[in-house]
């Protein structure tokens, strides 16, 4: 027989970053429990609560970019 490489799996559950409820993997306001979640995210990110920790680099953005390809969702760059 030969080998054959693990199957990789999501967590049937991860927490909502916002109020750590837990998220059924596959619901439709997933990372977040909730829409209230969800805008509470959108307004941290306008006001300017996220921030990068540090200016980006060249390699970071080629990273970047080869995550999105490697999951599918570079389609985006192209439209630009």
């Excluded at 080998?3 to 991860?14: C, D, L, M, Y």
């Excluded at 306001?29 to 990068?52: E, H, M, N, T």
């Amino acid at each position: 027989m030969g080998k054959t490489s693990p199957v990789e799996t999501r967590p049937a559950e991860s927490p909502c970053p916002i109020c750590h409820r837990p998220v059924a993997a596959g619901d439709p306001q997933s990372p977040f429990c909730s829409p209230r979640c969800r805008q509470v995210d959108l307004i941290r990110w306008a006001d300017g609560k996220y921030v990068i920790a540090r200016p980006l680099t060249g390699d970071d953005l080629d990273e970047l970019a080869a995550d999105d390809l490697a999951s599918g969702e570079a389609d985006y760059q192209d439209e630009v």
